[in-house]
Structures are given as structure tokens and as C-alpha cells.
T-cell receptor, first 113, second 118 residues
């Protein structure tokens, strides 16, 4: 069985600062992928970044980077230079052999001006 | 230009009614999914189809029946709606399922359908 744990229900960050959203996972699949999605108040689910379990380098997409520590089973999302529009719920998810996504409970990020 | 679309966006109905939610993707993906997001924002997989074949069927009541007429469409039909069915339902698609995971397994979500059962 796969599991995602997001221990931060809510986070505050000042505009233009960096913020790290925590995610730890558990899986028995040898090959898996880790995903981060953003859900703004409008409700849509926006894909941000992907990290494969065999990827040697940490994934980056613009201001988003994924701090992947396989031995610790963690896949933290780092958002650099926070913007007001980054205020949203952020979900970490894991996909394995069947590719069904198992989601964490989410972290609500508030960016303050 | 819409990648994954769902209709309707909002659905308000009475208990006991039957309703359908439609989903279409124009990404050329092989696999489509249905997820349910409850009032606490928790997202859970319901079904997955690959090339019109059911491959994931979580412990969902029989009142929920997915139908995939072709690989670009995955509809969700719900019979005898109950209060507990009130939620946001998301359709998603990905390029492929695989034994070895890769970025092509990324799932892209539709805008969601907010179902309210009165």
C-alpha cells in the first residue's frame, strides 16, 4: 500500500521569500512517481512538478523545485520567490505500478504581502 | 484548447435521482480516471480506464458506473443519489500507465464537477 503524509495543514510565507512544503511517502513499489498539485480557491487541480523514483537529479520547473531524498522517503516542494498568486492548497501525491494517485491531506499556503 | 473538460461544472439534484457527469480529453492520452474530493478536500481514486478497459475499480458503491465509449471520453453515471455523494468529482487523464514510472504518467485534471445532493 502507498501512503503520503503532509504534516503542515497550513503555512504562511512573506511575498518574495522561499517556502518549503513537506511531504513524506511510503510505498512498496520499486518504481514510482511523486507529484505536486496546486489547488487554488477556484478549485481546479494544477500539475506542478514530477519526480521519478529513479531520477538522479531533483526536478525543477520554474520557481518550483522538488527536494527528493529517497532514503528518507521525502519529496518536499520548494517554491522560490513566493507570489500572492501562490496562495492555494498544495497536494503531494504518489503513483506506482497501477498509476492510481494517492494524495496527502494537503497544505494550505497563504502568501502575505 | 481545453485539455480535459467536464460537464456540468455544477450539479444540484435531489436524493434518489440518477445523474451523469461527462469527461472528454483532447490530449490523445490512453488512460482516464475519476477522483472524488470530499468536503475536507481529501482526494481519492474511484476508477481508471485504459483504452476503454477498466483497470482500477476502488471500493466504490455499485451505484457508480463509469462508461468509456472511446479512449477520449470517460463518463460517470450515478444512480439513486445519496446525501453522502455530495463532493467534487474530478476527471483526469495520462499518456500511459506503466510498470516503470515516468513523467508520461503525469495525470492532468479537468476543472471538476461540484455535485450537491439535497
Amino acid at each position: 500500500a502507498q501512503k503520503i503524509t503532509q504534516t503542515q495543514p497550513g503555512m504562511f510565507v512573506q511575498e518574495k521569500e522561499a517556502v518549503t512544503l513537506d511531504c513524506t511517502y511510503d510505498t512498496s513499489d520499486p518504481s514510482y512517481g511523486l507529484f505536486w498539485y496546486k489547488q487554488p480557491s477556484s478549485g481546479e487541480m494544477i500539475f506542478l512538478i514530477y519526480q521519478g523514483s529513479y531520477d538522479q537529479q531533483n526536478a525543477t520547473e520554474g520557481r518550483y523545485s522538488l527536494n527528493f531524498q529517497k532514503a528518507r522517503k521525502s519529496a518536499n516542494l520548494v517554491i522560490s520567490a513566493s507570489q500572492l498568486g501562490d496562495s492555494a492548497m498544495y497536494f503531494c501525491a504518489i503513483g506506482g505500478a497501477t498509476n492510481k494517485l494517492i494524495f496527502g491531506t494537503g497544505t494550505l499556503l497563504a502568501v502575505q504581502p | 484548447d481545453t485539455a480535459v473538460s467536464q460537464t456540468p461544472k455544477y450539479l444540484v439534484t435531489q436524493m434518489g435521482n440518477d445523474k451523469s457527469i461527462k469527461c472528454e480529453q483532447n490530449l490523445g492520452h490512453d488512460t482516464m480516471y475519476w477522483y472524488k474530493q470530499d468536503s475536507k478536500k481529501f482526494l481519492k481514486i474511484m476508477f481508471s480506464y485504459n483504452n476503454k478497459e477498466l483497470i482500477i475499480n476502488e471500493t466504490v458503491p455499485n451505484r457508480f458506473s463509469p462508461k468509456s465509449p472511446d479512449k477520449a471520453h470517460l463518463n460517470l453515471h450515478i444512480n439513486s443519489l445519496e446525501l453522502g455523494d455530495s463532493a467534487v468529482y474530478f476527471c483526469a487523464s495520462s499518456q500511459r500507465t506503466s510498470g516503470g514510472h515516468s513523467s508520461t504518467d503525469t495525470q492532468y485534471f479537468g476543472p471538476g464537477t461540484r455535485l450537491t445532493v439535497l
